[in-house]
């Protein structure tokens, strides 16, 4: 069995082709185990987002968006939101709760398309309410477990094993606790990257 822990925030547009990329993997490797780990790029953004521009010049932004378009084409991925990130601390607590009913991936995929695709702010409940619904939640639960700080701790050892495995950007996929990859490319260089 390979273990491989992926760190990931739903607010980058290169962990929609890892996640991708993880999808993919499960459906043709049957003895892969994936774990998602929460990772917050910009854990003091404000719950209304900001335009990307305030930090990356447009120039910048283009280019990168022209690899990631490149490399998400592999997997249909659409991107049509490019000029704003959002807060994801709410959503990744969300995520955590699909995990625990058996639908992280169902989850992941809509808030990825929400984000990337729709254009909509992650850092408002309702958005997560939607993205919860889509995924077949039971969203009155999940938000009581949200509010009553049964995530907290959870998001609290994610961070701390980040710093462990000197986490300095997403997605990084660590194999069996010990290979680190994080360096996107086209699927089959990845699968060879992780699993040889």
Known sequence: MTNIN????????????????ADKLIQET??????WLPYELDP??????????NHIPQEQIDMSYRRIE?????????YNSKIKKFNT???????LYAHEEGKYYEFAKEAFKTIFEYGKNVGEPIII??????AGLNIVEMNNCIDNGSFDEKMKEAKYLASV??????????VNDKKK????????????DLLE
Do not use: M, Q
């Not at 760190?7 to 991708?20: H, L, T, V």
């Not at 309410?129 to 889509?134: C, F, Q, S, T």
């Open 6 to 21: 992926v760190f990931s925030d739903f607010a980058c547009p290169f962990c929609y082709i890892g996640f991708s990329i």
């Open 30 to 35: 049957p003895d892969i185990n994936i774990e």
């Open 44 to 53: 003091d953004l404000s719950l209304e987002g900001v335009y990307l521009t």
């Open 70 to 78: 490149r490399l998400g084409s592999e997997y249909g991925l659409i």
């Open 89 to 95: 601390h709410r959503l990744h607590k969300a995520a």
């Open 129 to 134: 309410n939607e993205i919860g619904l889509v």
């Open 165 to 174: 495995y000197e986490i300095d950007s997403v997605p990084t996929f660590i």
């Open 181 to 192: 990859v994080s360096l996107l490319k086209d699927y089959e260089k990845f699968k060879k």
